[in-house]
């Protein structure tokens, strides 16, 4: 009977030891993350993260990747949200700012808890995704990617790089919130230069016509933020070329559509920048305690090719600071 | 105490539970010890290996901020350096696009209010009399060539740090700073991914926590102490002021060595598990021949026959199994042969007619047969053997329980009065018993009732006595007759010289005829008493013995019939013959048969020599004739009973056959030489013994 109780005993000991090291073995599982995108036009900011991550010191088997594309359908946008979050992914990572506005109001419908990285939302705060720049509060964090702050510094690089423009004819997007602050703050900051600025709302079936209608001489085009506005570079590329208008944009493959200078951060730099944020949750932080921050780097890109098209001047000192676009292929290497 | 009683319950437990012990030590102890070994040498490897890779990322990351803010000032320096008109816009924007950290760059006049500004984010216009140091800065500013400014925050909240560095213009002390953005360095320190739990975090100089890569720790306060549960180091920008520290929890720390021991303990778990199998296999295969051969044994103890032991092993267990088989069919047969024997001696001791009884050296009587039982009373069992058996208050003389030493013939004859008033006589012999166990009787006492023996033995005697008696009859009726003639003469020849009267008979002649009557009716009077005195039955009476009284009363008896056969008879008595003890008549009853046989044996005229001699511690007596001698061949049967050589009315063949009854009972011997045609020797020799008075009384 003695042995008996001591085979038993001695028994479960051993397979709690087993098991014990099992668990402990299988404890470093990859680590899940769902990805958010409209379009493939945000395919880059995924790139970047990548690269990021690797940088980091994170190999490919550490993470396991959930991609969900919209394919710039914002109606399909829910569905992917909806079999994202039934995947239960560890942290979510948004590539802008519409996925990540339509992600807070999903998870707020369905009470789901789980950490957010936005990779470059124009206006964070302003849109209600975070309470507060230092301490976001919540369960979303990532990068200002400042595309609607740095709207008065665009026109004011634009009026600097081409002096001659006497109007600026500002594109934005009245059902997007970003658009709208991005031109609130460009009316204020034309009001501080002494510029005229003439907006034109994209969500206007015929606001192309519009604007066309309203061309004068030495008019040029200013682009603000939002989804439908960026799905709208060729057409405002060929408009460009249409009536010699210079456009500045904000993303290097605008300027490699057409357009003459941008001013912004570039998607796989928002991407590469949202890796320290995937980084930090990894680690255990609450995306309520980690600052968003702006963007690392913002560039300046001319295409000088455009330039000649257009037969206009250009300002050398500024010249001096452009990144060329032909260098851009290189510089995103 | 405790350590003494767990080792006393050790080795009170079964040989398989010490198999098993053993075996779990032998094989758990060195496993415990070579992985402690191992835990302690690995673990002071691995904090030596942590402290060294912790050095090298400090000393990386370290030198890559300080090389950073070296890089910014010498851009400053450079445009510093710049001629005023140089110091144009695109100076400005040259500056901001070699160094992506720079948010804005001022130059500032000698008072400290911005002149140019040129931001990335924002519009490049300074506000009117734009302060742009803080008061410490402006201090430092005044005797500094490189100025640092605190970690501050801009309006979207990022730490942002202001750097300057003076210039002189036109004798004027001016200013050139820039708007370092923080996030990158802090974001890049927060976000390294660390193996194993390790973290970094950078304190600047006020000791405010900057970058950590627990956000939850940024801008608080924190010194570095030396925690024991955590592995750290900590190295110190120079200039800065900043201290960057690397720490690593030590649960962290040793979680590889713990996931070894852990494997470890499952190692020990798993060998002690196995080992236990075996040691149980061990232990059941070394005591399970033992178990057997004890229930065997006990089997054989409660007097059960144990079935055979079927252990077909060729090593030691094997042959004690076998062994122990042998022996129990050995014990069962010698039980059963016992058994046997005991029935067989029960038989005998019941049935037998003498009385058994078992005594102590205290002569107690501690068992007795049946047999014994009937002869005594139940109440006398408690008493000792010679009151109980003798009817003493002593022990027996020449007991052997009272003189062990002392060779006993180990014969008493005894007589009882028992409950019919009857006296009987018992025979004991007392033999020691070399086997006995101590107080169970160390002597066995054998008591026969040899009344009746006893009385055909005399019967016997008796007979013999009236035979010589009968064969000697004629010898006496001359013997008599002689006598009876000589006074029948006397008195008539009185009686004629009386009636015819005669004067020379006087008184003198009277006295004469009458003392001669008288003489021969004396004689006639010792030869009818001593006939009378010989032929009277008699039990055996104990008296001394006058030899020399006894031979020559003997003498008397056969006289007349060897001067019948005109035989001659010597006798040769020594002088101061000792007294001897016992019945004298039965020695006469000797005399008379020896003599009666040399009578027989002795052609006429022949010889018979009667000697008796002392000995030492003896006496013998040698009666000796030239007769005809005994053949070889009859010598061996002459002291049965009723063999006889004699014709037939001359002898019952009993006579040398009650000598012999009688000498034994004197304790003597009786020794018989025969040559055929020269004669033959009887020799008889009585021992002497001291008897005490009153015995013989």
Same mark, same amino acid.
């Given at each position: 009977m003695k042995t008996k109780w001591y085979f038993f005993i001695l028994t479960v000991v051993t397979v709690s030891v087993f098991i014990n090291n099992y668990f402990s073995v299988h404890e470093n599982t990859p680590f899940k993350v769902g990805v958010l995108m409209i379009g493939d036009s945000r395919l880059e900011k995924l790139t970047g993260l990548k690269k990021g991550l690797k940088e980091l010191g994170y190999e490919e088997d550490a993470i396991d990747f959930e991609v969900k594309n919209a394919k710039d359908n914002q109606g399909l946008l829910d569905n992917k949200i909806n079999e994202l979050l039934k995947k239960k992914p560890d942290l979510i990572v948004t590539l802008g700012g519409v996925e990540t506005i339509a992600l807070k109001e999903k998870m707020e419908e369905q009470k789901i808890r789980i950490p957010v990285v936005f990779a470059g939302v124009a206006a964070p705060k302003e849109t209600g995704i975070i309470e507060d720049y230092r301490s976001p509060g919540g369960l979303f964090t990532g990068i200002n990617n400042f595309h609607t702050g740095l709207a008065g510094k665009r026109l004011e690089l634009f009026h600097e790089l081409v002096p001659s423009v006497q109007r600026f004819h500002v594109l934005y997007d009245k059902d997007v919130e970003v658009s709208v602050l991005s031109l609130e703050n460009t009316i204020e900051a034309a009001a501080d230069l002494s510029l005229q600025i003439l907006p034109t709302n994209v969500s206007d079936a015929e606001f192309e016509a519009k604007l066309s209608q309203n061309l004068q001489k030495n008019d040029a085009l200013l682009i603000l933020p939002g989804f439908r506005i960026e799905s709208l570079i060729k057409e405002i590329s060929q408009f460009s070329k249409k009536y010699k208008i210079p456009v500045m944009g904000i993303y290097g493959d605008e300027v490699e559509e057409g357009f003459l200078a941008s001013y912004g951060t570039s998607f796989f730099d928002q991407g590469y920048q949202a890796a320290r944020y995937v980084s930090l949750i990894i680690q255990g932080n609450s995306p309520a305690d980690i600052p968003v921050e702006l963007p690392d780097s913002i560039r300046f890109i001319v295409n000088p090719k455009i330039k000649d098209e257009l037969g206009i001047e250009l300002n050398n000192d500024l010249m001096d600071i452009a990144d060329f676009i032909d260098d851009e292929s290189e510089a995103s290497q | 105490m405790m350590i003494k009683r767990l080792i006393n319950w050790f080795l009170s437990q079964p040989i398989r539970i010490k198999v098993l012990a053993f075996g779990v030590i032998m094989s758990t102890i060195p496993l415990l010890f070579i992985s402690y070994y191992y835990y302690s040498h690995v673990k002071a490897d691995l904090e030596v290996r942590i402290l060294d890779k912790q050095e090298l990322m400090l000393q990386i990351l370290s030198s890559e901020i300080e090389m950073e803010f070296n890089q910014t000032f010498q851009q400053l320096q450079i445009f510093s350096s710049l001629k005023q008109h140089e110091k144009n816009k695109a100076a400005f924007y040259e500056l901001l696009q070699q160094n992506e950290s720079i948010e804005e760059v001022v130059v500032t006049d000698h008072k400290g209010f911005v002149e140019k500004k040129v931001s990335r984010y924002n519009l490049n216009m300074p506000e009117s009399n734009e302060q742009w140091f803080s008061d410490k800065m402006w201090l430092d500013f005044q005797t500094k060539n490189k100025v640092y400014g605190e970690v501050e925050f801009n309006r979207f909240g990022q730490p942002v740090m202001k750097l300057a560095i003076p210039y002189v213009e036109n004798g004027n002390r001016k200013g050139i700073g820039v708007i370092i953005q923080l996030q990158k360095t802090i974001g890049h320190i927060s976000s390294l991914r660390q193996e194993d739990s390790a973290y970094l975090y950078l304190m600047d100089r006020e000791g405010n926590v900057i970058a950590h890569q627990d956000y939850s720790k940024l801008w608080q306060k924190?010194?570095? !102490?030396?925690?024991?549960?955590?592995?750290?180091? +900590?190295?110190?920008?120079?200039?800065?002021?900043?201290?960057?520290?690397? !720490?690593?929890?030590?649960?962290?720390?040793?979680?590889?060595?713990?996931?070894?021991? /852990?494997? #470890?303990?499952?190692?020990?778990?798993?060998?002690?598990?196995?080992?236990?199998?075996?040691?149980?296999?061990?232990?059941?295969?070394?005591?399970?021949?033992?178990?057997?051969?004890?229930?065997?044994?006990?089997?054989?103890?409660?007097? %059960?026959?144990?079935?055979?032991?079927?252990?077909?092993?060729?090593?030691?267990?094997? +042959?004690?199994? $076998?062994?122990?088989?042998?022996?129990?069919? !050995?014990? $069962?047969?010698?039980?059963?042969?016992?058994? /046997?024997? +005991?029935?067989?001696?029960?038989?005998?001791?019941? #049935?037998?007619?003498?009385?058994?009884?078992?005594?102590?050296?205290? *002569?107690?009587?501690?068992?007795?047969?049946?047999?014994?039982?009937?002869?005594?009373?139940?109440?006398?069992? $408690?008493?000792?053997? *010679?009151?109980?058996?003798?009817?003493?208050?002593?022990?027996?003389?020449? &007991?052997?329980?009272? &003189?062990?030493?002392?060779?006993?013939?180990? !014969?008493?004859?005894?007589?009882?009065?028992?409950? #019919?008033?009857?006296? %009987?006589?018992?025979?004991?012999?007392?033999?020691?018993?070399?086997?006995?166990?101590?107080?169970? #009787?160390?002597?066995?006492?054998?008591?026969?009732?040899?009344?009746?023996?006893?009385?055909?033995?005399?019967?016997?005697?008796?007979?013999?006595?009236?035979?010589?008696?009968?064969?000697?009859?004629?010898?006496?009726?001359?013997?008599?007759?002689?006598?009876?003639?000589?006074?029948?003469?006397?008195?008539?020849?009185?009686?004629?010289?009386?009636?015819?009267?005669?004067?020379?008979?006087?008184?003198?002649?009277?006295?004469? *005829?009458?003392?001669?009557?008288?003489?021969?009716? @004396?004689?006639? %009077?010792?030869?009818?008493?001593?006939?009378?005195?010989?032929?009277?039955?008699?039990?055996?009476?104990?008296? $001394?013995?006058?030899?020399?009284?006894?031979? /020559?009363?003997?003498?008397?008896?056969?006289?007349?019939?060897?001067?019948?056969? /005109?035989?001659?008879?010597?006798?040769?008595?020594?002088? @101061?013959?000792?007294?001897?003890?016992?019945?004298?008549? +039965?020695?006469?009853?000797?005399?008379?048969?020896?003599?009666?046989?040399?009578?027989?044996?002795?052609? @006429?005229?022949? @010889?018979?020599?009667?000697?008796?001699k002392a000995e030492e511690n003896f006496v013998s007596i040698l009666v000796i004739d030239n007769g005809c001698g005994i053949s070889k061949e009859r010598l061996g049967k002459i002291f049965d009973p009723f063999y006889t050589t004699k014709p037939v009315g001359k002898g019952t063949g009993l006579g040398l056959s009650v000598c012999y009854g009688i000498v034994e009972e004197f304790g003597g011997t009786i020794e018989i030489e025969s040559k055929v045609g020269i004669g033959t020797t009887v020799k008889v020799r009585i021992p002497v013994r001291n008897k005490k008075r009153e015995e013989v009384q």
């Open positions: - | 924190r010194t570095v !102490e030396k925690d024991r549960n955590v592995l750290g180091l +900590k190295t110190e920008i120079s200039d800065l002021g900043w201290t960057m520290v690397m !720490e690593q929890p030590a649960e962290t720390i040793y979680e590889p060595i713990n996931n070894m021991f /852990q494997n #470890g303990l499952f190692a020990v778990a798993l060998v002690t598990l196995i080992v236990s199998l075996i040691s149980i296999y061990a232990g059941l295969y070394f005591t399970t021949p033992i178990i057997h051969i004890e229930k065997g044994m006990n089997h054989l103890k409660a007097g %059960k026959r144990p079935s055979p032991i079927g252990l077909i092993r060729h090593d030691e267990l094997g +042959k004690l199994s $076998q062994a122990f088989n042998e022996m129990s069919e !050995e014990l $069962q047969e010698k039980s059963l042969r016992l058994e /046997q024997e +005991k029935e067989r001696l029960n038989v005998v001791v019941n #049935g037998i007619g003498a009385g058994l009884a078992l005594v102590t050296k205290n *002569y107690n009587v501690t068992w007795m047969n049946p047999r014994l039982s009937n002869w005594l009373s139940n109440e006398e069992i $408690q008493l000792p053997c *010679y009151t109980l058996i003798g009817g003493k208050n002593v022990p027996c003389e020449n &007991c052997p329980i009272t &003189c062990p030493d002392i060779e006993w013939k180990g !014969e008493m004859i005894m007589s009882m009065n028992r409950d #019919g008033g009857e006296d %009987k006589l018992f025979r004991h012999r007392v033999f020691a018993l070399n086997h006995a166990i101590q107080d169970e #009787g160390e002597f066995l006492v054998v008591i026969e009732d040899v009344t009746k023996q006893k009385q055909w033995e005399e019967k016997i005697i008796q007979t013999d006595k009236l035979s010589a008696l009968g064969l000697m009859a004629s010898s006496f009726a001359h013997e008599v007759n002689n006598p009876l003639a000589t006074i029948n003469a006397y008195a008539e020849d009185l009686s004629d010289r009386l009636a015819s009267p005669d004067d020379e008979l006087d008184m003198t002649e009277m006295s004469l *005829y009458l003392s001669k009557i008288k003489e021969n009716t @004396e004689r006639c %009077k010792r030869i009818t008493s001593n006939l009378l005195n010989f032929s009277r039955k008699t039990n055996w009476t104990l008296s $001394q013995i006058d030899v020399n009284k006894t031979i /020559q009363n003997s003498i008397s008896l056969v006289e007349s019939s060897l001067k019948k056969k /005109q035989i001659q008879l010597k006798i040769k008595i020594a002088e @101061e013959l000792p007294l001897l003890l016992g019945d004298s008549l +039965k020695l006469m009853q000797v005399l008379v048969n020896l003599i009666n046989n040399a009578r027989d044996a002795v052609e @006429e005229t022949g @010889e018979i020599g009667v000697e008796v």
